[in-house]
């Protein structure tokens, strides 16, 4: 079955930078990119950002366009999104899900999705 | 992009059905056929329930429904059970080629 097991909890302190890895198993890694998605605590959903499996090509939200960086390994199934220059209002849990279709040129929904990473910032 | 406009909660009695909107602009919703709907219950991981404005994947019960008309996407669940007691949030693709969610709204089954 399709499993994304994310990195655990990490705690920063304002102006560090976080990577939160996904590894992945049971599909074709190369077949299916990802989305990365933050819910601050009690908040909703934002989407942050989708990477291109196929090409690398990334698309990010304006907003976080400047200090997030979303990259894959296909040699070891992994997705990973590091963000830079973290505020306290970064402090959120992170998901990574991947597309519901492959080979896809554009972001798709995510259908998978990963059990969450918690990153508190705070001096 | 600023976020899809839901209503912050509704609410129904097993049995009935709900709809919750999704109104958006003419550079999100009203775009395209790219909307697409997330249930989360508290503490747990979203879960794609409709996409493509009325497509529902694989193992979604066929009480959950989708509709568009213009700016405004929906979400229509019948035969509300218990179990249908969660958030749920609206998502649209962009013309800025990005996703957009809405709010959320807060589903209480009475």
């Known amino acids: 079955q399709v499993q994304l097991v994310q990195s655990g909890a990490e705690m920063k302190k304002p102006g560090a930078s976080v990577k939160v890895s996904c590894k992945t198993s049971g599909y074709t890694f190369a077949s299916y990119g990802f989305t990365w998605v933050r819910q601050a605590p009690g908040q909703g959903l934002e989407w942050m950002g989708w990477i291109n499996i196929d090409s690398g090509h990334t698309i990010y939200v304006q907003s976080l366009q400047d200090r997030v960086i979303m990259t894959t390994d296909t040699s070891t199934n992994t997705a990973y999104m590091e963000l830079r220059s973290l505020r306290s209002d970064d402090t959120a849990v992170y998901y990574c899900?991947?597309?519901?279709?492959?080979?896809?040129?554009?972001?798709?929904?995510?259908?998978?999705w990963g059990q969450g990473t918690l990153v508190t910032v705070s001096s | 992009q600023s976020a899809l406009t839901q209503p912050a909660s509704v609410s129904g009695s097993p049995g009935q059905s709900i709809t919750i909107s999704c109104t958006g602009t003419s550079s999100d919703v009203g775009a395209n056929n790219y909307v697409s709907w997330y249930q989360q219950h508290p503490g747990k991981v979203p879960k794609l329930m409709i996409y493509?404005?009325?497509y529902r994947p694989s193992g979604v019960s066929d009480r959950f429904s989708g509709s568009k008309s213009g700016n405004t996407a929906s979400l229509t669940i019948s035969g509300l059970q218990a179990e249908d007691e969660a958030d749920y949030y609206c998502?649209?693709?962009?013309?800025?080629?990005?996703?957009?969610f809405g709010g959320g709204t807060k589903l209480t089954v009475l």
């Open positions: 899900a991947r597309d519901l279709l492959p080979h896809h040129g554009t972001p798709p929904p995510m259908i998978y």
């Open positions: 493509d404005v009325n």
């Open positions: 998502s649209s693709f962009t013309s800025s080629s990005s996703w957009v």
